[in-house]
């Protein structure tokens, strides 16, 4: 199940000359969403600790309605794929009152050892709880691997 978190409201700083948010700060945002995610799926400070870290590697966005200034924003995120070394997400980022999906994007993440800054295999008890967490959705855009 995917739960639509709030994550606050369109800044004047994020709106551009056409005024509504600007494209780069569609991705600040699914940055915001993914670290609301990331503790719950074993990631976030909780693996640093652990001297490992998540490296996005590439990243798809899609635009589907503008978001203008003050507008309450709240994402959805999906955990799409796995494998030892790599996680794929998606975000959709929904207009909190009206309910239209503004933008979506997804993100290729590496395991990364921090000491090393080499790819490395997720922990076992992490890879439980991407297993526990996957939804049965396909990608739109990008692949654990290159086709």
């Known amino acids: 199940m995917q739960i639509r978190r709030p994550l606050g409201r369109v800044r004047p700083e994020w709106v551009d ?6 494209l780069a700060y569609y991705l600040v945002v699914f940055d915001l969403a ?7 799926w074993g990631l976030g400070p909780g693996l640093r600790a652990r001297g ?7 990243s798809w966005q899609g635009y589907r309605r503008e978001v203008m200034l ?5 994402a959805e995120t999906a955990l799409l794929a796995f494998d030892a070394k790599r996680l794929l997400l998606r975000h959709r ?3 909190a009152e009206d ?4 933008a ?5 993440f ?11 295999h997720w922990p076992e008890d992490v890879l439980t709880i991407f297993a526990r967490t996957r939804v049965e959705e396909p990608a739109q855009r990008l692949a654990l691997r290159r086709g």
Do not use: I, K, S
Not at 53 to 58: D, P, R
Not at 99 to 102: E, K, S, V, Y
């Open 17 to 22: 000359h056409y005024g509504h948010m600007n």
């Open 34 to 40: 993914t670290d609301e995610v990331w503790p719950e």
């Open 52 to 58: 490992l870290g998540t490296f996005a590697v590439e």
């Open 70 to 74: 003050d507008a309450p924003l709240a």
């Open 93 to 95: 980022l929904y207009h």
């Open 99 to 102: 309910g239209f999906l503004a």
């Open 104 to 108: 979506e994007n997804e993100v290729l």
């Open 110 to 120: 590496l395991c990364v050892d921090l000491a090393t800054r080499r790819v490395a």
